[in-house]
C-alpha cells in the first residue's frame, strides 16, 4: 500500500518533470552556443554612457523597468535569425547594425542590446553606448529581464520616435510572420537550435 505521503512527492516529482519539459529553452543552452564578446548582467544594473559622457545604468534611465518573476514570460520571436531570411528592410539593416560577432545572425544577446538601446534612443533619451568605459555589443540577461524589456518597450512604444517604433512593430511582425509560417522560435535559419 502507497502511504498518501508518497503519492504526494510522487505527484510534486511528476509535476516538476512534466513542466521542466514545457520550458523554453534554457539560458544555459544558448551561452553554450554563442561566439564572440559577450557579458551577462542584469538589465537594470547594465551602464550606459551618454552622449555627454555621464554615466547612469539602465535602471535608472527606466525607472519603470522591471524584471519579470513570471511563470510564463515573454520571449523574443527568435533565439537566433539569418539576417538574410528578414523580408522588412528597416528591420534588416537594423539587425545587421547589431550583428556583434558580424555572422550573419542575430542572436539573443544581441537582440538584448537592441531591445536596450532602440527603446531609450526612441524615447529620446541620448544614449551613446551600452557600458561605460568600452561598449558593450552583446549581454545575456534572464529570461525575466527580456520579458521585462518586452514590457518597456510595449508600454512606452506609442512614446517612441516613429525609427524606434518601426523597429519594434515590424519585430512583433516578425512574430506573428513564424506563427503563421508554423515554425517554432529557434528554427529560423540554419536549425542551430
Not at 515573454?74 to 556583434?100: E, G, Q, S
Request: charged share 25%.
Amino acid at each position: 500500500m502507497i502511504s498518501r505521503s508518497s503519492l504526494g512527492v510522487a505527484s510534486a516529482f511528476a509535476v516538476a518533470l512534466l513542466l521542466g519539459a514545457w520550458s523554453p529553452m534554457s539560458s544555459a543552452t544558448l551561452r553554450c552556443c554563442y561566439t564572440g564578446d559577450v557579458v551577462e548582467a542584469q538589465a537594470a544594473v547594465v551602464e550606459v554612457k551618454l552622449e555627454d559622457g555621464h554615466v547612469t545604468s539602465f535602471g535608472e534611465l527606466f525607472p519603470d523597468f522591471e524584471r519579470s518573476t513570471s511563470f510564463f514570460p515573454l520571449f523574443y520571436p527568435v533565439y537566433r535569425l539569418d539576417i538574410a531570411r528578414v523580408v522588412y528592410a528597416h528591420l534588416a539593416i537594423k539587425f545587421i547594425n547589431y550583428d556583434a560577432n558580424d555572422n550573419g545572425f542575430i542572436e539573443e544577446p544581441e537582440l538584448n542590446v537592441l531591445f536596450m538601446e532602440e527603446a531609450a534612443r526612441g524615447l529620446d533619451h541620448p544614449v551613446a553606448q551600452l557600458g561605460g568605459e568600452s561598449r558593450l555589443r552583446a549581454i545575456f540577461v534572464s529570461p525575466g529581464d527580456i520579458d521585462g524589456l518586452i514590457r518597456l518597450v510595449n508600454r512606452h512604444r506609442s512614446e517612441m520616435k516613429p525609427d524606434a517604433r518601426k523597429t519594434f512593430d515590424e519585430i512583433d511582425l516578425l512574430r506573428i510572420d513564424f506563427r503563421l509560417d508554423g515554425t517554432q522560435p529557434g528554427e529560423q535559419g540554419d536549425g542551430w537550435f
